[in-house]
Structure formats: structure tokens, C-alpha cells
């Protein structure tokens, strides 16, 4: 174009349509200049262009001060996109491919939108498919790159299993995306697991090449798969197999693992492991190795494919354990249903021992919420945080509360947190075994399960302790993962975030590189591994697990899994330990003497509940007194633990009143520059805290060295930039690559505080908004 400029004349009225037959381009005078836009950055025309002011902008055709006004009735210099456009082409960019991974299809000149009130600026670049991931390739490299980034995931990157929801914009009309295409959409958005939101404009793409990257990606992400067509089985083939992984969580999968959690939690008294399981013969859905009480013996596990057998859990150090249970049928005739009576009876004896040894059975299906009201609750819960712009976010704001409780997602974590406690309570308190049941013991007794050890065992609290309690309670407790997750598009109706009620740890399980969480049960597992690849030379596949964080991170990133304010448990001296080792050990974790506990009635008093339902009405009511449905008994033992000093070795009871379930910002809203605090938040506060213990830890190694101490191993402290003003609230687990357009406050709610002059003369109110 050579920094000319040419405008349409249009031959018609003002008002009216201009035809394009009816134009022609002339050769303008170049206008005065504007700062110059990066390469492969698009233009749109802001809003004065629809003003006064910008009308006169458009139509001046340059020259100086006294230059006159050009006659056309419109004119519209080109934008400056069309000028970059034909620069980036020159621009080759090329997609990062794994082992195994195969480029399907392609298109240039896409257009990745900033989702700003619907307005086409962004980024150009390519936009791919393949057999693992949607990947979108700026033209132009980024400033900055990030420093805590993905080795296998880019920023821009969207593994098949991770979309979501697919809609096309046509006439400015969103509309899903089926296999059956008539027409191609000018604009696509993709909506992901991991509550990401990606719009790319087609616009400028060739017709050809639209046609082949709608239809793959359509096609790769919503028509069912095969098993075996899964990317996990294309890299499991093709990737080298003489890389030594280093992995230190206990996978249980061998019987040695089984026995030295026994012996860990001093469970090898009353339960053995057993190896019945071995080839599959009790049941497919169990594990090779599991736990039994000691009187269980291998023809009663036999008898019912593994049914009405008590398997062990975990241990108290009380001598209480936790157990699960499968259920058998409730559809059956009277026959069955009393030969399964008789045989449940026998089971029970070898846990329920009175008076030594009470058991407490709870059939989990019916006191707590359904795997359908899950799914129900969290499809309403998630479409809080997939915005496709500013505006929504915005309009959204003010009754973001109200949303946010109709989804009835939190009222369901507090009431599986809830049923943990009072288990707490049996196993602590009152010394008694509790009995989880369900009808495949693989979904809701998982959640318990392991909300109860984590709460009660502090080695599950670590970063080890917590892999291995996943491996334990979820992996080869026969979590359905892949038609939970509807990894193959085949499992809608199954499909149901159970494991992110117990932790939000999704990012993995969309990620079919690491075999974890793509299995129904180890059985599948082993068949896949024992089938091995199409090509027969290779033999048995050998699976990457997630655990390996090092595949995925590198060192520096790694260093933020780390908690520097970790202190481990104090070893008592031997005369400390001889003053009290008479006392039983569950004495440790009770008051130690006789205190008024705090009133019942949550922060209001029983005097206020009138004013409370009157004044801040049934739903706020509802929230504060939730914590009363406790059962009498937990209640006082919740009461107590929280009235007393908190013990970080010992049990850790959450808040269940309705301000302690709150939202993981930094997990839910990291998506969304508008929630983002740049310098701010509890990032700052950690940032000075890691610099200081830097500096102690220097001091210390100087200390160390003028004693001639050999220091064994230094803490690992991240080598990243923590330089506050550079990070935001979110960090790590969003960057800050763009500030929101809008302000801080809606200007709805802006104008109602006043003029600024009012706002100078009041005082300042203090509003707590929470720790986070």
C-alpha cells in the first residue's frame, strides 16, 4: 500500500445502503499519523466513531489545519488490519507436535479475539487440529514469554477432551455445532473443561480452509470415540521408552504398597491384604490388592463377585477404621434378597464386636446428593465463569451472589463436608467403625473417604501423602474416570463431576498423555497395556503418570508446589515421651479439660433468630444456621474443635457456616481479567514472605558454614520473578497479560455514590471483603 490511503465514495443517500456496484475508489491524501499497531494486532473502529467527533475524524482528509473537509457523503480510510494482514502471511509459523501426534488441518489468517465487548481486536495467527489438541499459533511472538508455563499444554493450546461446548456465530446469532454442517460460521467459540473461552474469527480466512478446520474440529470433538483412539494410545506408542521416571507416590499397585499403609496406620492388627483379586477373578471393578478384616476369608469374596464384603480404608489411631462396602441389588426376589441378609450378617460380625467394637453403617445414596444432582448443580455453577466478554461479565456482577447460591453447588460441598465431620466424630470421639455403603462403592464413598483422611491424617495433607490418597481411594478405588469425565463423547448421561467435589485439581484430567485419570478401573487399565499398540513389534505399552510433575513443569514452576511455611511435627524428647505415653492417643486431639463450649446458634444468638429472618430474610438465615443440621453429637464435637487452638499435625475441621464455603478465586476466576487484582492479593503478602525467608535462609547457611555444618539439602525457593506490581492476584495460576477496559466499579453503581466532590467529604468505610 506504500502509507497510501483510499476511501469509498459511495453514491447513495446517507441514509441509505451504499451498493457496492455503485462505488468507487479514489486516492485520498494521507491522513495524519497514529502510533503505529504491531503486526498481526487487529482494528476496530472505538467509540468515537459512532460520535460527532469521530465522524469529523473520518471524514477529514488531512493536510493541515485549513485543509477542508472531503465531500463524499461517507468515507472510511482502510484500517490498518488489511495493511498487517498482508505482512503476517509472509510469516510462517509451525505447531509443536508430540510422539504420535498427527496434523489434521489448518487454517491462516484466523483471528483469536480479546474478549472486550464483542469487539473484533486480537491476535492473527493459524489455527490447527490434531489428534490431541486444538492449537492457535500467533503470527507475532509474544513480548514476554511466560515464565510459569505448560511443557505439554500451551497457553493457546485445547486438548480434544477438554472442550466443552462448541457454537458458531452466524448473522451475529450463536448456534451449536454438530457434525452436520449446511453453512460455515464466520466466528467459533469454544467453551473448555478447565472454564477457558476461546473465539476465533474466520472472517479473513480462505472459504477453503474454513470448511476444513470447522469440520475437523467439529468432527474431532463432538462425534463419539473409540477407546482405542484415544491420543493416550498414540503417544504410548510412539513415544521412547528409556526415559527413567522417578516417582515417589505409593501407587498401590502391588500388595507391598497395601501392607505398609497398614503398618503406617497401624491397621495390620485387625485387617490383612489380600491378593485374591490378583487375576481378576472376584471382580473387574476392584483392585488386584485390597484390604479385608482379618476373619474375611477368600470363598466369602468369591461368593458375590466382591458384594457385601467390607474393604478397609484407612485407620484411626484409636484403633477405629474407616471401611466401604458395595451394595448388592435392591431389585431382586425374596430368595436372593435373604441369602444376601445372611451373608451381610456374617460380614458385619467381623467389624461390629461389641462391646469392644461398634460399627456404624451409612448408606451413603441416601443421605447425600446424588451423582445427577452433582452434575445438575455444577453445569449451572460453571457457566458462571465461561464470559464471553467484558459486558456480560459486567452485567453479571451485581447479582453475582444471588447466581452463584441458585446453582446449589456450594449447599452440596457443605453437605458432603458435613457427613465427613460426623464420620470424624464416630472414628474420634467415639471410637466406633463406620461402614460406607454405595451401590459400587466407586463414586460417593471415594468423596467421603478421602475428605475424611485428609481432614484427620496429616501425611495426606502433604504433597506425596495427597497423590497416594488419590491413588488409594480414586484410581484403584474404581472411580469411573472416563465416563465420568465423557473423555469418548459416548457417556452424557454418566457423565458427572464427582471428582472435583473432592479437589479441583481438573487441569490433569484432560491431558490423555498421562494414563491417571482415563481408566474405569485397573482392570481396563491392564487390558490396554497387555493389548498393546495396532502394531503387534512394539508389545505391551507402557503409560506416563501425572504424578511425574516434571513432564509438564519445569524445576523453577515446580518450586510453587512447595509450601514454604511448612514446619514439620516436633519430636519430643524420651523424657517428654515417658511423661506421656500412658495417655491414649485420641486424648491428644480432645480438649484437656472440661470447657463451656461456645453457643450453638453459629455468630448470631439465639435471641436474634427473629431479627435474622426478619431483617437479612429465610435465604442469609439459612446460610449462618446451616452448621445446626449436625447431629447432636458432632455438633459438640465441632464445637469444641473450633473453640480450641488449632493443632496443624493433628485433625483440621473446615468451617461449614455459610461465609466459610467460598469460591477458589484463584482456580475459578483465573480466566477472567476482570477479577484479576494486578499487584494485589494474597500474592503480594506471599511475595514479601518468601523474600524474608530467603533471607533467613541465607543467614542460616552462613551461620552453618562458620560452624563447619554441612548442609544437606537447601529448600527449594522459586526462581521466579516475584516482583509484586509484575504479578496478579490469580498468580500462578493466570498471568497478567491484559487489564480490563472497564473500571473497577460497574458505573451503574459509581453514579450512585455520588459526585466526587460528595465522596471528599465523607469519611472512609471499612468494608471487610475476606482474605482472599
Known sequence: MGGVNYARRSKTAAHEEPDEQDSSWEELPTPPRSPPLPVGTAWSPGPAAGTARGR???????????????????????????????ESIEKEVNPHLLPGELLLCEADMVLKCIQDDGSNRGTYGKLTCTNFKI?????????????????????????????????GIYDDRKKPLYNQLRRYPEKIIIYCKDLRVFHFCLRYTKEEEVKRIVSGIVHQTQIPKLFKRLFLFSYATAAPKDTEIKNQTVMFDTIKDWRQELERTKGNLKYKAVSANEDYKVSKQFPPYFVVPMAVSEDSLLQYQGKGVPIWCWSCHSGAALLKMSAFSKEQDDSASQMHKTFLEGMYKTVNKPPYEAMKIDDLSSSLPSVQDIQTAYTKFKQLFLV?????????????????????????????????????????????????????????????????????????????????????????????????????????REEAPVFLLFTVLSDCLYIPVFSTFFFNCQHQKDTAVAGGSYDAEIGPLSFLSVWDWSMQFEPEALALLNNPLYAEKPKLDKNQRKTTRFKHQRQLSLPLTQSKPPPKRGFFKEETDQLIKNIL???????????????????????????????????????LEGPGIRVWAQRYLRWIPEAQLPGGGTVATATIILDTMEDVQSLQKKVDEKHSEAVSSEMETSALTRNPARLSSLFPFALLQRHSFKPVLPTSIWKDLGSEEDLARRDDDFVEIGDD
Not at 135 to 145: D, I, M, V
Open 56 to 86: 469529523a475524524m473520518l471524514g477529514a482528509g488531512g493536510g493541515g489545519a485549513g485543509a477542508k473537509p472531503a465531500k463524499p457523503s461517507f468515507v472510511s480510510y482502510i484500517s490498518p488490519e488489511e495493511v498487517h494482514l498482508r
Open 135 to 167: 492449537s492457535f499459533l500467533g503470527y507475532c511472538a509474544l513480548e514476554e514469554e511466560p515464565e510459569f508455563k505448560n511443557k505439554v499444554i500451551g497457553e493457546n493450546d485445547i486438548t480434544l477432551q477438554c472442550v466443552d461446548q462448541l457454537y
Open 388 to 492: 464471553d466478554n467484558s459486558s456480560d461479565f459486567w452485567d453479571t456482577d451485581v447479582k453475582w451472589f444471588s447466581l452463584l447460591e441458585s446453582t446449589n453447588w456450594q449447599e452440596i460441598i457443605r453437605r458432603y463436608l458435613r457427613k465427613a465431620i460426623e464420620i470424624i466424630d464416630l472414628l474420634e470421639a467415639q471410637n466406633t467403625n463406620v461402614l460406607l455403603v454405595e451401590e459400587n462403592a466407586s463414586d460417593l464413598c471415594c468423596v467421603i473417604a478421602s475428605l475424611v483422611q485428609i481432614m484427620m491424617d496429616p501425611y495426606c495433607r502433604t504433597k506425596l501423602g495427597f497423590q497416594s490418597l488419590i491413588q488409594k481411594e480414586w484410581i484403584m478405588g474404581g472411580h469411573a474416570f472416563l465416563n465420568r469425565c465423557n473423555h469418548l463423547r459416548q457417556t452424557e
Open 617 to 655: 430474610g429465610k435465604r442469609i438465615s439459612r446460610l449462618i444456621t446451616s452448621s445446626d443440621e449436625l447431629q447432636s453429637t458432632s455438633r459438640e464435637f465441632y464445637d469444641n474443635w473450633h473453640y480450641k487452638p488449632v493443632d496443624l499435625h493433628g485433625i483440621l475441621l473446615p468451617r
